[in-house]
């Protein structure tokens, strides 16, 4: 909470410059900075402007709990962060409705790119997402690797420096999920592909490629893998960099192009052109007798024209000769040696800038709102984001700081107007008299730079266009004539006796908003001419490389209207830019580098003030504290300090205005140090502020005895009512109790409802698992009936869910078990125990039925066989046999002879004894005598044995379970029987009256 660190302000500073008591001294601002920085705190406000000091080391204040913990808080309520500021623009984004833009400036190196990627992140992680958009976070994350590797490079003072300007739009729909993505890029740095200065390398691409690449690509591309064979990138005499894996690099960067949606094929070709350009500065010249000009390298040409899709004879003359139109003729004039040179670093340049732009385009195609209904623009809210070289000044100052400075001067001015616009809308809509902001208008800046026909860019072009002679010092003297005596504007010419000593002749000196700069001339009106001779042009044109044919228009060549100067074309989108932000509601992020050497915990306090000077930051703190320097919604500032008057305390209850002010009166607040809005105060000092800091704290111990005893008291009240509450209850619960048999009525409805509340928890958690549990809770009364309809219910639920379960075998075996339940079940000793065993396909092993029964058989096949025990009818003499059940018969089988057929539908019964044993009789039809009686047989199996017989042969109504002895037929009529004790173990005797006597085991159970 940014209050309570108030208190803390001595050990980290504080996090608002805005209570700076000193806010005009710069060494304060720095102490501060320097202080928070030592504290790993890297941000601190100035008011709503975010100043973010480089840490060069990895802090944990990145993960996704602190991007929910900077979710939706309030601004002041959190200790300051990058995601303080992306929150914050995104709710204004939905609730004021209105466009919303991100400035982010700093130096080089100083973590403008990473903040923008942290804000990027924050979006994408915590806003909601669109379904059918889910990927569009992905894409917007992914450009960036994509355009870091063809935009960024390593430089002295930044590994990856990007070395183009970025504005990004993140489109949100209606519920503020982004949907849309476009990308504008400024002034790529492409004199980088020709040349690098020491320690620095060309772009990032180059190297990835080389490294990462596998050998078959490069190959295809006929290069090699070490960068020193390649002249364009031995420059800066540094290959490798320590920091960066190349290699690594290399597969995020193609990985990100195939999110974003590049085929195959756009690969291959973009890759051509990467390694053209290598092929390009390979490109040697050679000069002949007569001073002509010649290509020594053929290989590259044959190379180049391969990769760039051009005809290699037509390249070779284009890159020696140039074509003139002087009256209307065609002349092709040979070029010199220097002249070649510069025409073959043109062509580089110009194909990596071009093919630059295209990248962005492409990538812009993957993040447009492809939705219809967005096509409107209705419905959608924009936060922009820039990221863009902050104020330059080098040892040597050329064309491209001319345009960087330049841009920033139009920033400071959109910053100054646009702080200043809302601080007066602030104190309008607070109903504060504006009290006048003395600050810099660095108008007559931007005016000396841009102005039409009198200022330095038409100056510049106009040279540029001038025929005859021009070269860079006849731009210089040209300026001196034009704007000699301008306040802002020094030569060495015009200079005084001291400035001219610091001066040379070839520079001329801007005094910009933040301090001088001297530009060196030289190279000014080639790099604002950038031209591409027009044969170079034509050639290209004619590539068969899709990219490079989108890159390279015919109408350029037709078309003999100049195109735009370089600096022409900076300012007019410049212009464009500003326009974009004037119509969003800004927010800045201003990146400060510590030290030049990239290294954590250093604070170079030289450096920093030049920095603090440069991003104009005392100036925002002027221009921010010119009137006040604390505000407060009047809810937010009595909640704090209402302990500290007596009429506030404990609670306001009247008009927060009047609660404010008894309150600050009684503080004794003077008119001067304050105003009163309509819904904020106006604190003008800080001093002020922390006095009554200091006097709350003070007054802490006091309140927290207050806080204490009303806690006590409180939970003593608390702990009171607990206990009435609970002896109520007891009462209720014992008249309920007496009155329970009774209707229900006022006295037992509490417990009656409780008893049929409580069976029903404890039903639901002492569920039967299983159908064969029969436990059920008793229900009371009042419920048998419900209950035994949820029995039910519950039983035909599991029985459902069972089958449900059951596996086709499984089925089988079930079907079985029920109809041997249906004959068996309380019928006989044995079932118990069969019934609980599997039952099984057969009780013989195929090889254990002879060959010859099975060929006899023939189409019969045999469905289930068993041993059994033949029982003679005369004399019950046992003999072992097999019992084979086909579909239509049984069949009793001795080793290799069948022996007899019994057809199922002579089958008149099944008998079986009551008792344990094995015993069964088979009864067979009788009618005339030469039949051979009834089977007596024994089997081990024999209650699986009947029930699939009874099933096989439909006769499950037929078996009869006979207690005490069954009789059976013999032959001619006569009669058998078998009587059944029980006995300690199966025995099978002759009995008296010639009867079988079978002794069955006890079984346990009986
Ligand atoms: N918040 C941060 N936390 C940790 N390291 C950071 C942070 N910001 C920047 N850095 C480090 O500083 C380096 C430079 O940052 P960055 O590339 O963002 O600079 P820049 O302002 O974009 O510079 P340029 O103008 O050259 O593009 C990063 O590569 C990273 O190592
Ligand atoms: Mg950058």
Not at 175 to 200: C, D, F, M, T, W
Not at 606 to 617: D, T
Not at 641 to 660: F, I, M, Q, S
Request: hydrophobic share 35%; net charge positive; charged share 25%.
């Amino acid at each position: 909470v940014m209050e309570s660190s108030l208190t803390a302000r001595d050990r980290v500073g504080v996090q608002d410059f805005v209570l700076l008591e000193n806010y005009n001294s710069e060494a304060a601002f720095i102490e501060n900075l320097r202080r928070r920085f030592g504290e790993n705190l890297i941000y601190t406000y100035i008011g709503s402007v975010l100043v973010s000091v480089n840490p060069y080391k990895e802090l944990e204040i990145y993960s996704k709990q602190q991007m929910e913990r900077y979710r939706g808080v309030s601004f002041y309520e959190i200790s300051p962060h990058i995601y303080a500021v992306s929150d914050n623009t995104y709710r204004a984004m939905r609730t004021e409705r209105k466009d919303q833009c991100i400035l982010i400036s700093g130096e080089s190196g100083a973590g403008k790119t990473e903040a923008s990627k942290k804000i990027l992140l924050y979006y994408a992680v915590t806003c909601p997402t669109n379904d059918h958009m889910a990927t569009l976070g992905d894409r917007l994350l992914q450009s960036n690797p994509v355009l870091e590797a063809f935009g960024n490079a390593k430089t002295l003072r930044n590994d990856n420096s990007s070395r183009f300007g970025k504005y990004m739009d993140v489109q949100f729909d209606f519920r503020g999920a982004p949907v849309g993505g476009h990308i504008l890029n400024y002034l790529l740095e492409k004199s980088r592909v020709v040349h690098q200065n020491h320690g620095e390398r060309n772009f990032h691409i180059f190297y990835q490629l080389l490294d990462g690449g596998d050998n078959d690509l490069l190959t295809t591309l006929d290069l090699e893998r070490k960068p020193q064979n390649y002249h364009y990138l031995v420059k800066g005499n540094c290959p490798r960099l320590s920091s960066v894996s190349d290699k690594n690099n290399w597969k995020v960067v193609m990985k990100a192009l195939s999110v974003i949606g590049f085929t195959e094929e756009e690969v291959q070709k973009l890759l051509n052109i990467i390694a053209s350009v290598l092929h390009l500065g390979n490109t040697q010249f050679g000069e002949g007798e007569e001073g002509e000009t010649y290509i020594t390298t053929e290989t590259q040409i044959t190379n180049l024209a391969k990769l760039l899709g051009v005809d290699g004879a037509a390249l070779g003359e284009a890159l020696t000769h140039k074509k003139l139109t002087a009256k209307g003729e065609e002349m092709i004039s040979p070029l010199d040696f220097e002249q070649a040179v510069s025409a073959r670093d043109a062509l580089a340049k110009a194909v990596y800038g071009r093919t630059f732009t295209w990248l962005v385009e492409k990538i812009n195609q993957s993040l447009a709102l492809k939705d219809e209904i967005y096509h409107s623009g209705k419905g959608c809210s924009v936060i922009g984001l820039l990221d863009i070289y902050g104020f330059e000044v080098l040892q040597h100052n050329s064309f491209e700081q001319f345009c960087i400075n330049y841009c920033n001067e139009k920033l400071q001015q959109l910053f100054i107007e646009l702080t200043l616009r809302s601080e007066q809308e602030e104190y309008e809509t607070e109903g504060i008299a504006w009290e006048t902001v003395q600050y810099f208008d660095n108008k007559i800046i931007c005016d000396l730079i841009e102005e039409k026909h009198k200022g330095i860019i038409s100056i510049l072009d106009e040279e540029c266009l001038r025929p005859g002679e021009t070269c860079d010092v006849s731009f210089l003297e040209k300026l001196e004539d034009t704007l000699g005596g301008h306040p802002h504007f020094v030569t060495h010419k015009l200079a005084n006796g001291k400035t001219r000593r610091v001066m040379s002749r070839e520079e001329f000196r801007l005094l910009h908003y933040a301090g001088e700069v001297n530009y060196n001339i030289n190279g000014f009106l080639d790099k604002n001419n950038d031209l591409l001779n027009r044969n170079l042009k034509e050639v290209m044109c004619q590539s068969d490389n899709q990219i490079l044919s989108h890159c390279f228009r015919r109408e350029e060549v037709i078309d003999q209207k100049r195109p735009e100067m370089a600096a022409t074309q900076f300012k007019n989108s410049l212009t464009k830019l500003m326009e974009i932000l004037m119509s969003k509601e800004p927010s800045y992020v201003r990146c400060i580098k510590p030290n030049d050497a990239k290294q954590p915990g250093r604070f170079d306090e030289v450096l920093v003030r030049h920095q603090v000077k440069y991003l104009g930051l005392m100036e925002n703190l002027r221009v921010r504290r010119a009137g006040f320097a604390y505000r407060r919604r009047f809810e937010a500032f009595l909640q704090r300090y209402k302990p500290l008057c007596p009429e506030t305390w404990p609670n306001w209850h009247g008009r927060l205005a009047d609660g404010v002010s008894a309150l600050v009166n009684h503080l004794g607040y003077k008119a001067e140090e304050y105003k009163l809005g309509r819904s904020k105060i106006f604190i003008r000092f800080p001093k002020t502020l922390f006095t009554t800091e200091d006097a709350l704290e003070a007054k802490k111990p006091d309140i927290v005895i207050v806080i204490q005893s009303g806690w006590r008291g409180m939970k003593a009240r608390r702990r009171a009512k607990t206990r009435r509450q609970a002896a109520e209850l007891i009462r209720r619960f014992i008249k309920g109790f007496i009155y329970r048999h009774e209707e229900y009525c006022p006295e037992n409805e509490y417990f009656l409802d409780h008893v049929r509340y409580s069976f029903l928890k404890n039903l639901r958690k002492n569920l039967p698992k299983s159908v064969l549990d029969k436990n059920w809770p008793t229900p009371p009364p009042s419920l048998i009936e419900a209950s035994e309809h949820l029995r039910r219910v519950h039983m035909r639920n599991m029985v459902m869910k069972y089958c449900r379960r059951v596996q086709p075998e499984w089925k089988k075996q079930m079907m079985q078990k029920v109809v041997a339940s249906e004959i068996f079940k309380d019928q006989k000793d044995s079932y118990p125990q069969g019934v609980g065993r599997l039952f099984l396909d057969s009780r013989l092993e195929r090889e254990q039925i002879n060959l010859k029964v099975i060929q006899t058989l023939a189409n019969d096949k045999v469905q289930y066989g068993v041993s059994v025990v033949k029982h003679d009818r005369r004399g019950f003499k046992p003999r072992s046999r097999q019992l084979l059940l086909t579909n239509t018969f049984a069949v009793l089988v001795d080793r290799t002879k069948l022996k007899q057929r019994i057809d199922y539908t002579a089958l008149r019964g099944i008998s079986v004894s009551s008792l344990s044993d094995g015993m069964f009789v088979l009864h067979l039809p009788n009618e005339d005598n030469k039949q051979k009686g009834d089977l007596v047989l024994h089997c081990n199996h024999v209650i699986e044995l009947v029930t699939k017989l009874a099933m096989m042969a439909s006769k499950v109504n037929y078996v009869n379970i006979s207690p005490g002895s069954i009789r059976f037929a013999m032959a001619r009529g006569k009669e058998g029987i078998i009587d059944f004790v029980r006995g300690s173990e199966l025995k099978v005797t002759k009995g008296k009256r010639g009867h079988l006597l079978v002794t069955a085991p006890r079984i346990n159970s009986t």
